[in-house]
T-cell receptor
Framework: AAGVIQSPRHLIKEKRETATLKCYPI?????VYWYQQGPGQDPQFLIS???????DKGSIPDRFSAQQFSDYHSELNMSSLELGDSALYFC?????????????FGQGTRLTVV | GQSLEQPSEVTAVEGAIVQINCTYQ??????LSWYQQHDGGAPTFLSY????GLEETGRFSSFLSRSDSYGYLLLQELQMKDSASYFC?????????FGKGTKLSVKP
């Protein structure tokens, strides 16, 4: 069965550079969530989209932006990268704009800022 | 605000039973989920409770008491492969809010 696909799996960037993370949800899922997980930390909600519109916003820095495209894939754009942005970034998808049963997570993108 | 409390670490031996508790404080509560995460891996769904009571899925069971804002995950017949972090997560206003996670170590 198709799962949530994230790319790239690993990314190394220098401080002040930009990065773009991509997420391809499970087919027919219309809702995407982005999470940031630092080492030894719990996943922190960043932002979510339902039917290509932003549905909720969490602890996402102003330096980050995201969008969901017509094919429902989503991209997280990160600018002016800081060392503290080094983390595992997960994307999750669901259908119907809710998480009332199960969220399917991608394998994550490990971003390292040096 | 929203907060979830769960123990940071639990250790048990193979074949044993372990219970991981979770208390929460949140607005707009819809349900409590549990996720397992191995080091470097993605969170994977274990169970979901929207109503009070016990949900059983194989060796894993989850319980919810909405009046007490409390739930637990019960793992039976522990295996070495169960060593992982376990997160309770509240579904609130359409989003999953995770607890800090409980690191379970299963010893031979």
């Amino acid at each position: 069965a198709a799962g949530v696909i994230q790319s790239p799996r690993h990314l190394i960037k220098e401080k002040r550079e930009t990065a773009t993370l991509k997420c391809y949800p499970i087919p027919r899922h219309d809702t995407v969530y982005w999470y940031q997980q630092g080492p030894g930390q719990d996943p922190q909600f960043l932002i979510s989209f339902y039917e290509k519109m932003q549905s909720d916003k969490g602890s996402i820095p102003d330096r980050f932006s995201a969008q969901q495209f017509s094919d429902y894939h989503s991209e997280l754009n990160m600018s002016s990268l800081e060392l503290g942005d080094s983390a595992l970034y997960f994307c999750a998808s669901s259908s119907g704009g809710s998480l009332d049963t199960e969220a399917f997570f991608g394998q994550g993108t490990r971003l390292t800022v040096v | 605000g929203q907060s979830l409390e769960q123990p940071s670490e639990v250790t048990a031996v193979e074949g044993a039973i372990v219970q991981i508790n979770c208390t929460y404080q949140t607005s707009g509560f819809y349900g409590l989920s549990w996720y397992q995460q191995h080091d470097g891996g993605a969170p994977t769904f274990l169970s979901y409770n929207a109503l009070d009571g016990l949900e059983e899925t194989g060796r894993f069971s989850s319980f919810l008491s909405r009046s007490d804002s409390y739930g637990y995950l019960l793992l039976q017949e522990l295996q070495m492969k169960d060593s992982a972090s376990y997160f309770c997560a509240v579904i609130s206003q359409g989003n999953l809010i995770f607890g800090k996670g409980t690191k379970l170590s299963v010893k031979p």
